[in-house]
């Protein structure tokens, strides 16, 4: 089997997490967590969002963010920023972010569920966005939502991510991210789109953001892997959801991305320990279930060796 050796992983847990929390959660808890995930070796964390607070609440205090959390060396910070309003305020702290995100949805149902506009409509404000972005000097990520299906109209064809990509490039966007937004897609088909993705657009930098709702996220990222994918987006503690498909649970958990990776040898740079203590953090203010395997059952190295077998090895050191 043929697999990357390293991987990239950005936390969205602080934006694509919390978002989705009806709990306020004090701005300084959300702070001290992007400083702890900071200091995990996590190479690129999504703060927040700069989005309408009518639209997010919890994501109203994206200012107090931005100016509250330690920027350390060697992270990559980036914001979510769905319109022209919520650019110019992440342009106030380009000295704090590295790069923003815009989205789209690939069918016309969900991005109006979504973003309350047609394709067409987010796309003429995306055009006049990306110009803006890049001459502050951000990296700017274009998201393909709904790319493997949508609550509304079911199978998304390969014809749909193609505009959408054509588009970005276009406007001179090479890193995007493929959605698994209602968590829907399968192996076989992580492994098909993201292979023709790559194929017919070297250009992109692609990212896969995953989510768990029918527990398959560890496996379509190993399905990505094979098809060339290494970079992969993952929510501590498994925060998170899509309001417009019901039941949906939340990202992939990065510390059962993190812990499944190690297990295989291949590298992420991320200290398991401590993005796991940060998942544990998360109970004292979270008031539901949190989708993380690791949170359940532990590390693969807490196991411990049977009595029996801890007292043959006892006799074979003693020479017996």
């Not at 319109?83 to 110019?88: I, T, V």
């Not at 959605?179 to 930098?205: F, K």
């Not at 059952?297 to 074979?316: E, F, H, I």
Request: charged content about 20%; some cysteine.
């Amino acid at each position: 089997m043929k697999l990357v050796d390293k991987v990239h992983i950005m936390e969205v847990g602080p934006r694509d997490g919390f978002q989705s929390e009806r709990k306020w959660i004090p701005t300084e808890t959300k702070i001290e967590i992007v400083n702890a995930l900071s200091r995990t070796g996590v190479p690129t964390i999504q703060v927040t969002s700069f989005t309408h607070p009518k639209a997010i609440p919890q994501l109203a205090d994206a200012e107090e963010m931005m100016r509250g959390i330690d920027i350390v060396e060697g992270v990559s910070y980036r914001a979510l920023t769905p319109n022209m309003r919520g650019l110019q305020r992440a342009l106030a702290f380009k000295d704090r972010l590295d790069g923003v995100s815009v989205m789209l949805s690939v069918t016309e149902s969900h991005n109006r569920a979504n973003g309350n506009r047609s394709i067409a409509d987010t796309f003429a404000e995306i055009e006049a966005m990306a110009p803006v972005a890049q001459e502050a000097g951000f990296i700017v990520s274009g998201s393909v939502i709904c790319a493997f299906g949508c609550p509304f109209e079911g199978e998304v064809p390969l014809s749909q991510l193609e505009r959408v990509a054509e588009r970005y490039l276009a406007l001179g966007i090479t890193h995007m991210s493929l959605a698994d937004t209602i968590g829907v897609a399968n192996p076989l088909q992580i492994y098909r789109v993201a292979s023709h993705m790559r194929a017919n657009y070297p250009a992109v930098t692609w990212t896969l953001h995953l989510h768990n709702t029918r527990d398959m996220a560890l496996a379509n990222v190993l399905a990505g892997m094979q098809a060339g994918i290494d970079r992969f987006d993952g929510g501590v503690a498994g925060l998170g959801g899509c309001p417009y498909a019901p039941g949906a649970s939340g990202n992939i958990a990065t510390e059962d991305l993190v812990n499944m990776l190690q297990e295989m040898g291949i590298e992420t740079g991320v200290d398991l320990d401590k993005v796991l203590a940060i998942a544990r953090r998360h109970e004292a203010f979270i008031d539901h279930p949190l989708d993380s395997a690791l949170l359940r059952a532990g590390k693969r190295s807490d196991l411990k060796p049977a009595p029996q077998a801890q007292q043959k090895v006892a006799v074979l050191e003693a020479g017996g």
